[in-house]
């Protein structure tokens, strides 16, 4: 048997209907992860519905309700293989009332594909204000997405088609908004490409002729090719801490029948195996573990980065939800937080933040509101230097340390223990209000002492 490639998590993020699906579907077709017959059945129905160009997208869009409104609701997980690596893609919804689901699959990643269409008036819609290709990159970003690829889709409806000019304009542009995010523009491989005709994914496309390749510069030197997949073969292989206690935020919970309770989710850190003890925060459960499956096949043992179904025994379903994390219950399990404290960011709020603001927090797999209990210094974002103590009001683009109280139980760690569970973004008013990591958490104490803390009031 060949030596297993590396599992490599790609989340595909962009505006609604710069066809992300599609592209993506159509690499995946490519790359054997669907059958022919599935497709022509796809095809067939899709025609059916007039909606003749969904097709590859409908690799990826399974849910009926995505099938009539022609977009991607829930995020979806398939594998394909490159020649180094075996890719699971989670296509992240691009729908504004979708960012909450966006950021669940944002957070399981470890590279970025963004997608922006180059058709008439549809970049700019991307762009614009209340565009969704800012906030996604943005996102991306600060859930700790470090590598990024930007894929120029729907080169076949540019005017004149595959226009070299049309491209620039949308590469340079783009160009420009990630580098104020935070990205290095010359480690980023800009790519165009057609999703639907499948020009320059697998192949050098003829009709592209101008297109000379990407070239990106990184740390040990140079990299380079044309097409899609070849970016893809250049991702770095993500760093994975195996050797810390076991983290893995749950995205969903399944009752299968004849099975049982079943939890899916990304390994952070650690790693699972049958047989474990685990403890559930903030459900405040502990389980074991009978059997684990990835992709349908069973597994021995899980390493970090590996998306999985677990097997549990004598847990009921409703008392697991998403965004409850797994811990070995012998190695410092997780426990709920009573507050932490972070370092936020604040980027586009349109008044004065103060102490009591209750945003929502989508931190890993979870969503929760949170207090913003006590300003306690505000800071220069560039350096990091302290500016001011204790100040009134946070306004867009201040950067400060904040203490934060969670309303409902919520399972948390600092940034420089578990990155994975220290990164959050903060949403209100269907916006990301403010991004921040997490420098301490102060946990709840176990049940007994908490008891004897009320006798004694």
């Known amino acids: 048997m060949a030596k297993e490639r590396i599992h490599i998590n790609l989340v595909i993020i962009g505006h609604v209907d710069s066809g992300k699906s599609t592209t993506t579907g159509h690499l995946v077709y490519k790359c054997g992860g669907v059958d022919p017959r599935t497709l022509e059945k796809y095809e067939t129905a899709a025609s059916q519905m007039g909606k003749g160009s ?55 990643a470890d590279a970025a594909l963004l997608v922006v269409s180059a058709a008439k008036g549809e970049f700019e819609a991307g762009v614009s204000r209340n565009g969704q290709t800012r906030e996604h990159a943005l996102l991306a970003y600060t859930l700790g997405v ?46 165009p490409v057609s999703g639907w005709g499948g020009e320059n994914m697998l192949a050098p496309s003829q009709k592209m002729a101008w297109f000379k390749g990407w070239k990106i510069k990184r740390k040990d030197g140079f990299s380079s090719g044309k097409t899609l997949l070849e970016v893809l073969d250049s991702l770095y292989p993500p760093i994975r801490t195996a050797n810390k206690p076991l983290r893995l935020p749950l995205q969903d919970v399944y009752k299968i029948g004849g099975i049982g309770t079943v939890p899916v989710g990304k390994i952070e850190t650690g790693i699972l195996k049958p047989g474990m003890v685990l403890t559930f925060s903030p459900a405040k459960l502990t389980a074991e573990v009978k059997s684990i499956e990835m992709h349908h096949q069973g597994l021995q043992t899980a390493l970090p980065g590996h998306n999985v179904g677990f ?68 800071l220069d974002r560039r350096t990091g230097k302290k500016l001011e103590d204790w100040p009134q ?11 934060l109280i969670p ?34 958490v102060e946990k709840v104490e176990p049940l007994k002492s908490r008891q004897k803390a009320q006798v004694t009031k």
């Open 146 to 191: 470090k590598q990024l690829i930007v894929c120029v889709n729907k080169m076949d409806l540019t005017e004149p088609p595959f226009c070299q000019k049309r491209y620039d304009e949308v590469a340079k542009n783009v160009m420009v908004f990630i580098k104020k995010i935070g990205y290095d523009p010359t480690a980023v491989p800009f790519v």
């Open 407 to 440: 309303i409902k139980p919520l399972c948390v760690e600092s940034f420089f223990s578990y990155p994975p569970l220290g990164r959050f973004a903060a949403r209100d008013l269907k916006q990301t209000v403010a991004v921040g990591v997490i420098k301490s």
């Open 54 to 108: 969904f097709k590859y997208a409908w690799v990826l869009d399974k849910l009926k309700a995505e099938r009539e409104r022609g977009i991607t609701i829930d995020i979806s997980l398939l594998k394909f293989n490159t020649q180094k690596y075996v890719i699971t893609i989670i296509d992240a919804p691009g729908h504004r009332d979708f960012i909450k689901n966006m950021i669940t699959g944002t957070s399981q």
């Open 311 to 378: 097997n549990i025994k004598n847990v009921s379903v409703k008392n697991l939800r998403r965004g409850d994390v797994a811990g070995n219950a012998q190695q410092d399990p997780p426990s709920d937080v009573s507050s932490f404290i972070a370092q936020v960011i604040i980027l586009n709020h349109p008044g004065k933040i103060k102490s009591g603001y209750s945003p929502v927090l989508d931190c890993h797999t979870t969503h929760v509101t949170c207090r913003f209990a006590e300003l306690r210094e505000k």
């Open 393 to 403: 009001v946070l306004v867009s683009g201040d950067a400060a340390t904040v203490k």
